[in-house]
């Protein structure tokens, strides 16, 4: 006899049948469903910023765990650690020569975490690091970002050269964990912590840009004319949607394999 699957295996099945448009379709739905939803539960939409912070922080702790307990930084790609390094450099030096505030302390602790994995990546734990699946050019990512930056930067009363570190570090933040995507690609065996790591880095940039979509609806626009004119208001947004969306498609199989009882996530071809 056929055992009866599940109500969310059953939907994750019939998902899965679906051609691309409809899955783009799907993806689309969901997302604003989300926004709508947390548009009415949280009323104060600065505490999704706050939220996001809280559950990157969380990613950065199942990270470190990893490493201390687990001695292997299997799985993890150096090239996003650096990459982060790089953008977080960059907005820390914007902040303390543009606006100083509490992110910028939230920074510094972000930054400190991330060069300790880097030492322990490159150093402590280099035997276990995957160079060969971690092959991701990532002069690809830094360079058209810069050339970006230059083009299409804030029109705001500061230096030239600030406003366009700003708009570098906006753009590079986005892709920087196109890296860490390429060697779950290579590997198609992703182990717990890793998951829980790249899954909270999906929730906190889902629920940052939620934050900016909402306060540009709830300003109906005045925010994007606070941020200046031209096409960096419209490429500040669509950076915080690229973020959500390049990680929106490992998230579907990491709440699937949760959901299915799987500790280990295992990637079809062609994800990520």
């Given at each position: 006899m056929k055992a009866t699957k599940r109500p969310i295996q059953a939907v994750a099945t019939w998902v899965r049948r679906q051609p691309p448009k409809i899955k783009v379709f799907l993806a689309v739905v969901s997302g604003l469903a989300a926004l709508v939803?947390?548009?009415?539960?949280?009323?104060?939409?600065?505490?999704?910023f706050v939220a996001a912070e809280a559950v990157?922080?969380?990613?950065?702790?199942?990270?470190?765990?990893?490493?201390?307990?687990?001695?292997?930084?299997?799985?993890?790609?150096l090239k996003s650690q650096e990459l982060t390094a790089i953008f977080l450099v960059v907005r820390l030096y914007c902040s303390f020569v543009m606006e100083?505030?509490?992110?910028?302390?939230?920074d510094s602790a972000t930054l400190l975490t991330t060069l300790?994995?880097?030492?322990?990546?490159?150093?402590?734990?280099?035997?276990?690091?995957?160079?060969?699946?971690?092959?991701?050019?990532?002069?690809?990512?830094?360079?058209?970002?810069?050339?970006?930056?230059?083009?299409?930067?804030?029109?705001?009363?500061?230096n030239i050269l600030n406003r366009i570190c700003w708009a570098f570090c906006v753009y590079l933040e986005s892709i920087s964990v196109l890296p860490q995507l390429?060697?779950?690609?290579?590997t198609k065996i992703v182990e717990p912590f890793t998951a829980h790591y790249v899954f909270a880095l999906g929730v906190a940039r889902f629920l940052s840009c939620a934050h900016w979509v909402l306060q540009v609806l709830d300003t109906r626009g005045r925010l994007l004319t606070a941020l200046?004119?031209?096409?960096?208001?419209?490429?500040?947004?669509?950076?915080?949607?690229?973020?959500t969306f390049i990680l929106a498609d490992f998230c579907y199989y990491y709440v699937k394999s949760v959901l299915g009882g799987?500790?280990?996530?295992?990637?079809?071809?062609?994800?990520?």
């Open positions: 939803f947390l548009r009415m539960v949280v009323h104060d939409h600065d505490n999704l990157h922080s969380i990613g950065i702790s199942v990270l470190i765990y990893k490493l201390m307990k687990e001695k292997t930084c299997a799985g993890l790609s100083y505030d509490i992110h910028t302390l939230l300790w994995v880097i030492y322990m990546i490159r150093f402590n734990l280099r035997s276990s690091y995957m160079e060969d699946k971690d092959n991701f050019a990532i002069y690809y990512l830094v360079i058209p970002c810069a050339l970006l930056a230059l083009i299409i930067h804030p029109a705001t009363h500061h390429r060697v779950m690609q290579n200046g004119y031209g096409l960096w208001p419209s490429m500040v947004l669509l950076s915080e949607i690229v973020q799987q500790l280990v996530l295992r990637l079809p071809s062609g994800v990520v």
